[in-house]
């Protein structure tokens, strides 16, 4: 009936019922009451009969109205075909019918007072909807009745934890201050679901478009393509890590970019950005992927990479506003201590000026000298050094005048090969002098290679040394005179069952004790009788030093310790200390003293004792 008087019925009738049925009802209700008195007297004349039959009739009517109104308002406030009446959507009604909300009216969304209803009543039935405009809008409240507080609230907490999300409900920006659930999910009537135009709407991304490559132009591609709007995001997290979350990764990029040639060997342990690939490229503000240098200092990840002194140093100053020189793409992650890996690949780029690429590939220093630091404020190398300069004879005077300043330079020894495995750091400055040592030979080489003697294979370095006689300084003291050291022939095979740390214990260095050097840390005094003496003491040395006013054959004791002297016997061995041209062919199955001084080695022991310091 409603339907058929507001669609049928003419508007003017419509409109002239609209304020004649009022003023009718009003001017009733006022004669009525006007004539209250004559009308009650009238109604109590009549039978009891008619009596009822008026009340019946009146309560019929009232009913009657009663009904019809009611079934008018919930007609209009409950029946979606009221409301489509008006509002011709086809394909958005369709929509509605086959959602999640078909079973709810329009009211339970769109809720508006009385009085806006009533105008737009009017508005209708006058033929202005222009007038009426947009109405009925569906605030926050009303989709928290049933996502939030209601059924859903479960659901809701799962939806309220994705990025996309937390994003734009958790922002302190002004923009997204007032945005409700509509704005996204009611782009399109009743298509609750987001649909492309629902980001590049006004006011939001409209002027968000695609520059890079060919992706311009592809109307297909729906931003959740890329973004992860529906990504779980920690609770704990804040809202910068949530926003971070829709910066796109190699799933997304992944599944339309193959990359097969350029990321064929592509590892993500050597990616420091985590394979998120929207932390380089945007497609939105770069035409090309080689645009994404760029950003490696404008989006605030790399903007202090002056305060690297690697970055803005005399040796990569150069190198330092070149980032790709070093850190490859889809590779950035650079080992710092491959100072030659570094440099060969550099030195392999075409597009680093050949200036550069040739101070790269020049050979490695073989020259440990040459990298040691400077003892007298400057350095020569030795092939300078060495090299006759041509010219005029000052120059060679000159030449001649350096030449005797220095040592003479010794083959290097060093091998880098050998030393492979370590960083080039572990040896050399970048800083303050780049290749500088940061030791001083040799004893910073002995810091690493002395580490850990117990556990080292000391022929690996001292192989030659070990197989070939030493000559060791053997240091003793006699009274009356200071320290000597005496030149001793020292053999290692002959010590093979000792280990080297047990008499090499100076730190660092190794080098043998004060004790082992006098061999007296292992060997008992060899002072005793039929000892072969000219195996230490040379004939000359001793012979030197027993000149006169010694005297050679007494009294010893006045220079050398007595202990020592009480173990000795003047026997033959003892006699060819001094003499020894006669020790082949003089009498070898005599003894010395017997001829010479009248007295069998035994009974002229005692005189070596008792004498006086000459």
């Known amino acids: 009936m409603a339907r058929f008087l507001l669609q049928e019925v003419p508007p003017w009738i419509q409109l002239a019922g609209l304020f004649l049925a009022p003023a009718v009802a009003v001017a009733v209700l006022f004669l009525a009451w006007k004539k209250r008195q004559q009308i009650g007297a009238w109604f109590q004349s009549r039978s009891r009969q008619a009596k009822l039959t008026m009340a019946a009739a009146a309560a019929l009517v009232l009913v009657a109205f009663a009904g019809l109104g009611t079934a008018s308002w919930n007609y209009m406030q409950h029946d979606n075909d009221f409301c489509t009446g008006c509002h011709v959507m086809t394909t958005a009604y369709v929509r509605f019918a086959e959602s999640e909300h078909n079973q709810l009216s329009c009211h339970d969304c769109h809720q508006q007072s009385i009085f806006a209803s009533m105008r737009q009543l009017y508005l209708w039935v006058a033929e202005r909807p222009e007038e009426i405009g947009p109405h009925s809008p569906v605030p926050n409240d009303v989709c928290a009745r049933c996502h939030i507080t209601g059924s859903g609230a479960e659901i809701w907490q799962r939806i309220a934890a994705t990025a996309g999300h937390r994003t734009h409900l958790e922002s302190d920006s002004s923009a997204l201050a007032d945005i409700m659930c509509v704005t996204c999910h009611g782009q399109e009537l009743h298509r609750f679901m987001p649909v492309d135009q629902t980001c590049a709407q006004a006011n939001c991304h409209a002027d968000t478009g695609i520059e890079l490559g060919s992706m311009v132009g592809q109307t297909a591609l729906h931003c959740v393509t890329c973004h992860q709007f529906t990504a779980e995001v920690p609770p704990l997290a804040t809202w910068d890590s949530a926003a971070a979350t829709l910066v796109p990764g190699m799933p997304q990029c992944l599944s339309c970019h193959e990359m097969q040639r350029v990321l064929a060997e592509f590892d993500p342990a050597y990616d420091p950005h985590d394979g998120r690939c929207g932390l380089c490229h945007n497609p939105h503000r770069q035409a090309t992927p080689g645009e994404a240098l760029r950003s490696c200092t404008s989006s605030q990840c790399h903007a202090d990479w002056r305060v690297h002194p690697f970055h803005v140093g005399r040796s990569h100053g150069q190198a330092g506003p070149q980032c790709n020189w070093c850190h490859e793409p889809h590779r950035a992650r650079v080992d710092a201590s491959d100072c030659v890996g570094c440099h060969e690949a550099v030195s392999r780029r075409e597009d680093v000026p050949a200036a550069v690429r040739r101070r790269l590939q020049r050979a490695m220093p073989f020259d440990t000298g040459a990298a040691s630091p400077p003892a ?79 556990a080292t294979d000391c022929r690996r370095c001292h192989g030659e040394e070990l197989e070939r006689p030493l000559a060791a300084l053997a240091r003793f003291a006699i009274a009356g005179h200071g320290e000597r050291a005496r030149e001793v022939r020292f053999e290692h095979s002959a010590h093979s069952g000792v280990r080297c740390p047990e008499c090499h214990t100076q730190p660092v260095s190794l080098e043998p004790s004060g004790e082992v050097q006098s061999c007296t840390a292992c060997h008992d005094d060899h002072h005793s009788p039929n000892r072969a003496c000219a195996t230490c003491h040379g004939a000359g040395d001793v012979a030197a030093a027993h000149a006169p006013p010694a005297e050679a054959h007494t009294g010893c004791d006045a220079c050398h310790r007595q202990q020592t002297v009480a173990r000795l016997l003047p026997d033959r061995a003892f006699c060819i200390t001094c003499h020894a041209p006669q020790a082949a062919e003089h009498h070898k199955e005599r003894e010395c003293t017997v001829c010479h001084l009248q007295a069998e080695p035994a009974a002229f022991r005692a005189r070596l004792l008792g004498g006086k310091r000459p």
């Open 376 to 454: 007298a404020g400057f350095l020569l190398s030795p092939p300078l050094l060495r090299r006759k300069p041509a010219g005029p004879e000052s120059d060679i005077e000159l030449w001649s005048a350096r030449l005797e300043r220095f040592p003479e330079f010794t083959q290097d020894t060093f091998s880098h090969r050998v030393h492979a495995e370590l960083s080039c750091l572990s040896c050399h400055e970048t800083r303050t002098g780049h290749g500088r040592l940061t030791f001083v030979p040799p004893r910073g080489c002995q810091a690493c290679h002395h580490r850990d003697p117990a």
